[in-house]
């Protein structure tokens, strides 16, 4: 059976669409882990929420499939904001990181990850939900290899979403302060930035983007409660090969992830699709301990 360059292609964008899904939800982690310095566990549940209400604005309330994207991303921001001034807030003043508080922070993330999904579990059962959108723009045709519209949207809205995050936080005065908070808290206090406020603000950008993957994913997949695990277990390993806590890492880990999986699975064997992030994760971390765009912390004694 002789080598087909045009099989190798589909399923490298085919990878390239899902490895940009990965990328915005290990965005929202690199952001959160910035601001709080903790992993937010409960961010699959997050963009399993996004999904639903995106699901729900879409085929319950008849809204345009782009306005209920935008509309998951509002809510979510708003429940990011809520989680984060409700449940972190206390342990966020106490420090984060490897402190008492900072192990607080990550079982609350472990006790809101299965609060969320007993709520999703109370209003939407657990059965799964197609995601019905009538999309108007054609299948794009590349090298005799059709992309259907929900694959085209989704890398699409995926990139213009990266490229507007970047320009937020590089060239408008919120998007600075972010920065300066992310980069150390106590010196952007003592330069007048309201820090508890920009906290909240990263919580809600970073929810906003799991939502939107969610709403984004929807009418590839189906929409259900268990659907957040795996894509935080994918986003993980994504923001941990590109460089834990590097936005651009994130990006180039999805990617990298959602292209390795995708051949691993046509080429390996495809029942054992979900374990090949994992392989790169490891691959990655042997050579690159720190990840692809991770610097190595210095410690001195």
Same mark, same amino acid.
């Given at each position: 059976m002789g080598f087909d360059f045009n099989s190798l292609l589909a399923f490298v964008i085919f990878g390239?669409?899902? &490895?940009?899904?990965?990328?915005?939800?290990?965005?929202?982690?690199s952001l959160i882990y910035s601001g709080l310095d903790i992993v937010h566990f409960a961010h699959g549940e997050v963009y399993m929420f996004g999904a639903f209400l995106g699901l729900v604005l879409s085929r319950d309330v008849g809204i345009p499939y782009p306005m209920a994207l935008v509309g998951a991303m509002i809510l979510a921001a708003l429940l990011g904001v809520f989680i984060e001034r409700v449940f972190y807030r206390r342990l966020t003043?106490? &420090?984060? &990181?490897?402190?008492?508080?900072?192990?607080?922070?990550?079982?609350?993330?472990? &006790?809101?990850?299965?609060?969320?999904?007993?709520?999703?579990?109370?209003?939407w059962g657990a059965d799964a939900e197609p995601f019905p959108v009538e999309f108007v723009i054609p299948p794009l045709e590349v090298?005799? !290899?059709? !992309?259907?519209?929900?694959?085209?949207?989704?890398?699409?809205?995926s990139v213009f979403l990266m490229g507007v995050l970047n320009y937020f936080l590089r060239k408008t005065k919120y998007g600075l302060a972010i920065r300066a908070v992310a980069h150390n808290k106590d010196i952007a206090f003592?330069?007048?930035?309201?820090?508890?406020?920009? !906290?909240?603000?990263?919580?809600?950008?970073?929810?906003a983007l799991a939502a939107a993957a969610g709403v984004l994913i929807g009418p590839m997949q189906s929409v259900q409660v268990e659907m957040g695990y795996l894509m935080l277990m994918k986003a993980f390993a994504a923001a941990v090969v590109g460089g834990f806590g590097s936005l651009p890492g994130a990006l180039l880990g999805g990617v990298m992830v959602g292209v390795f999986e995708n051949l691993g699975a046509a080429y390996i064997s495809a029942s054992h699709k979900d374990i090949y992030a994992f392989l790169l994760l490891i691959l990655v971390l042997m050579f690159r301990p720190a990840g692809l765009f991770g610097v190595e912390a210095k410690v001195k004694a």
């Open positions: 390239l669409t899902i &490895g940009v899904v990965y990328g915005i939800v290990a965005l929202g982690i003043r106490s &420090g984060g &990181g490897y402190t008492v508080a900072g192990m607080g922070m990550i079982i609350c993330g472990f &006790g809101m990850s299965v609060a969320l999904m007993n709520v999703a579990f109370l209003i090298n005799d !290899i059709s !992309i259907p519209p929900s694959y085209l949207l989704t890398a699409v809205v003592l330069m007048g930035i309201n820090v508890p406020m920009f !906290i909240s603000l990263i919580f809600g950008l970073a929810c």
